[in-house]
């Protein structure tokens, strides 16, 4: 057995932990990532100074926590400047049943589980384009977001993706709560979204969240 805070592992992680030198022109494609335990962790990860880079036509599925993740501003490079994921593509990929029930990180003190899982999450990366993925049944099916105070995910094209049967909601942006960072500089463009919101919480097929700035939701087709 293990606690909140020791049942931790990716499946995938890319970390660029130097200042001086980028991780870049890497490739994650074509793998399947499944039934994982993560904890606070994500199936497949990338974070810190890592640039030039694709994941394309993955499945990832069955996992306790976020599907995708490109995050940024964790203080993994020690340089903020470069200190996020950026330049790159998340295109392809099949994204489903990622949901925190059972991962003890997540249960709450009555026994219940905070149910916020991302299929696939931008949390404080940059100029990434996000396409032609099909994420369903996840707890949220794309977000796009900042954790950290003070940055925000910047210039995130979301386009073309099939988003359905999301537990809270199809895509969500911005930061979490005021405190946190935001969304900025984000185009959400011809997606499909459809029968999201299955527990009924109210989150619907798109939620905007705090620190929201010059961003655009069009064409898309929404079907609740």
């Known amino acids: 057995s293990c606690d909140s805070d020791s049942c931790n592992g990716h499946g995938i992680a890319i970390y660029g932990l130097s200042a001086t030198q980028s991780l870049n022109r890497i490739t994650v494609s074509g793998n399947t990532v499944y039934n994982l335990k993560t904890g606070w962790s994500e199936s497949v990860t990338l974070d810190g100074n890592v640039q030039d880079w694709s994941l394309t036509n993955n499945t990832i599925h069955h996992n306790n926590n976020i599907g ?3 995050a940024g501003h964790y203080g993994f490079d020690p340089d903020e400047k470069t200190d996020y994921a950026r330049d790159g ?4 990929n099949l994204v489903y049943d990622i949901d925190t029930t059972g ?3 997540y249960r709450n ?3 219940t589980y905070s149910r916020f899982a991302s299929g696939i999450y931008v949390d404080g990366g940059a100029r990434i384009v996000v396409e032609q993925n099909d994420s369903h049944e996840n707890d949220l099916g794309i ?4 954790e950290n105070t003070g940055y925000n995910s910047d210039r995130i094209k979301v386009r073309n993706n099939l988003i359905h049967h999301s537990l809270n909601v199809g895509i969500a942006i911005g930061g979490y709560a005021p405190s946190a ?7 959400i463009v011809n997606n499909t979204l459809y029968a999201n919101d299955t527990l009924h919480a109210g989150f619907g097929e798109l939620f905007l969240q705090s620190n929201i700035t010059n961003c655009i939701f069009k064409n898309n087709l ?3």
């Open 181 to 187: 960072g935001g969304t900025s500089n984000t185009e």
């Open 109 to 111: 003190p009555d026994g």
């Open 68 to 70: 995708i993740d490109a």
């Open 103 to 105: 991962n003890l990180a």
């Open 89 to 92: 593509e998340i295109r392809g």
């Open 143 to 146: 977000q796009v977001a900042s």
């Open 222 to 224: 929404l079907y609740a």
